[in-house]
């Protein structure tokens, strides 16, 4: 396997980049392997794997929405806004209901600034938050803008220390303790994300992944490639454009060339017989749909 996208299921306890490392020990001695797209260490479900050639494609797929299910514990506030961090205050949350929970939840649906929690692989100067964070340091961190599509309540279980597990789906760049915290304000008890799930990455499902022993299996047996995801459907969400002849040769030397175009934006680029050959980007110039080159990729 020399190329190729790997939906994985990352288990709770590890790292991103742990389950970089783990893939990379499968691959050949300098392999490429990279992730589109962080999770938290205790937080579990989708990790996109890009080995070879496909970790080009890692900031096309980080661009996807994505889909979490969320345990949120009422009555207690924590410096990292998750079960790991520092107990900062107590609250007794036997007052909250079900329907201020889906009335706080249904505030919070729409678009938002949110600013990166401390502890996250946010960067800042140069450094990422967590690493500040763990210094006891205090940095100004730029909101970004984010939009919670829904937030849909799957159960609430009410008491001194209430909880409410609902599923968020949202753009990148949406920090799932944020919204925790969030809730924790506006019932006015605090609140703390007890547990994480990434149930999507764009057309990326849990579903689908595969285990990091399945990943192992495969390996060993010589089918890993058989696990990869095709990149026509890793890349769903952009729609098509097909290239022929003189428009073909120039984007694949990298220039500008004339399209035919409903729209504006990012699209996948492929030849005559259906091979993916690149992303482009078609903008409007006097009057024509022209697309702009962002990447092309010769061995994918």
């Known amino acids: 396997m020399n190329s190729g996208i790997l939906d994985v299921l990352k288990p709770p306890g590890m790292t991103s980049h742990d389950v970089v490392d783990w893939v990379r020990s499968l691959l050949p001695t300098g392999a490429k392997v990279g992730h589109a797209g962080t999770l938290d260490p205790a937080a579990a479900g989708v990790l996109v794997v890009c080995v070879g050639a496909a970790t080009r494609l890692t900031e096309y797929l980080m661009d996807c929405n994505k889909a979490y299910r969320a345990e949120i514990c009422l009555g207690v506030t924590t410096d990292s806004l998750d079960a790991d ?11 909250v209901t079900e329907a201020d929970v889906r ?31 763990r210094e006891g340091r205090q940095v100004q961190r730029p909101p ?4 919670l599509h829904a937030l849909d309540l799957i159960r609430f279980t009410p008491g001194r220390r209430a909880t409410l597990l609902a599923d968020l789906h949202c753009t990148k760049g949406t920090f799932v ?4 915290g969030q809730m924790g ?5 605090g609140a703390h994300l007890s547990f994480l799930v990434r149930t999507s990455v764009g057309t990326h499902l849990l579903a689908h992944c595969a285990t990091l022993e399945e990943l192992g ?10 696990l990869c995801v095709p990149v026509e459907r890793a890349l769903a969400h952009l729609p098509e454009q097909r290239l022929t002849g003189a428009a073909l040769r120039a984007f694949r030397q990298g220039s500008p060339t004339a ?3 409903e729209g504006l934006g990012l699209v996948r680029v492929h030849g005559p017989e259906g091979r993916l050959i690149g992303i482009g980007e078609v903008v409007g110039h006097s009057g024509e749909w022209i697309l702009q080159p962002r990447k092309v990729l010769p061995d994918l």
Not at 144 to 147: E, G, L, Y
Not at 217 to 224: F, R, V
């Open 144 to 147: 970004r803008p984010v939009t």
């Open 103 to 133: 009335s706080a939840l249904a505030r919070l649906v729409g678009p938002q600034m949110m600013e990166p929690p401390m502890y996250s692989a946010a960067r800042v100067g140069g450094r990422r938050l967590y690493h500040l964070a």
């Open 185 to 189: 304000e506006l019932l006015g008890v």
């Open 217 to 226: 299996a495969a390996a060993k047996g010589g089918t890993l490639a058989e």
């Open 259 to 261: 399209c035919g175009g």
């Open 177 to 180: 303790r944020v919204v925790g």
């Open 85 to 95: 961090g520092r107990v900062l205050q107590e609250r007794d949350a036997s007052g």
